[in-house]
């Protein structure tokens, strides 16, 4: 029989900021390199919402504070970017489940050369908690892993996607950058 850990919202959103974040409830069909791979609830229906362009020109402002800081050049909201992160912040949501690892892709990279966008690089940062676009975003930017995704010289592009877990109350994040070929 397998334990399953069911952490606070607030642990959830420190421990997916955190490296050091352990692996819960192994899923047979997750990458086993993900450390951010954790089973937060049951599986369910989420709600899986659409990102509007004020919400993805928001995150790509915050990201761009941080690379302006960097000496680096501005991403640009990209809404085939914001789609693919939507549909992965669903995916997740509704696996009850925050991991780098789609249901049937292994990281961003695939996921976004589906949706049509040729990447010569991708990145994914990713959280959960009851917590507001404003929130995950400064948390992104006060950490440092997160930020070394946003801090990848080559970005040019970025899309950001929300979804509320089963439970009603958890909102699962993602957040995607790339860099055409």
């Not at 970017?81 to 780098?100: E, F």
């Not at 991708?122 to 930020?147: D, K, M, Y």
Request: hydrophobic fraction near 40%; aromatic fraction near 4%.
């Amino acid at each position: 029989m397998t334990h399953r850990r069911r952490l606070p919202a607030a642990a959830v959103l420190l421990c997916a900021l955190l490296a050091g974040c352990a692996q819960i409830a192994p899923d047979p069909g997750v990458r086993r390199d993900d450390p951010n791979d954790m089973q937060l609830m049951a599986a369910g229906r989420a709600t899986c919402l659409a990102t509007s362009a004020s919400q993805n020109g928001q995150g790509a402002a915050a990201t761009n504070a941080v690379r302006r800081d960097a000496g680096l050049p501005p991403v640009r909201p990209d809404p085939v970017l914001a789609r693919v992160a939507a549909q992965h912040a669903c995916d997740m949501a509704n696996r009850g489940r925050m991991t780098h690892a789609g249901s049937k892709t292994s990281g961003p990279g695939p996921r976004v050369k589906a949706a049509g966008y040729a990447p010569a690089v991708t990145a994914e940062n990713i959280a959960a908690g009851p917590f507001s676009q404003e929130r995950v975003l400064a948390e992104w930017n006060a950490s440092g892993g997160h930020r070394a995704n946003m801090l990848i010289p080559q970005l040019r592009d970025y899309g950001i996607g929300q979804a509320i877990g089963p439970d009603g109350k958890t909102r699962f994040w993602a957040a995607v950058y790339a860099a055409p070929k």
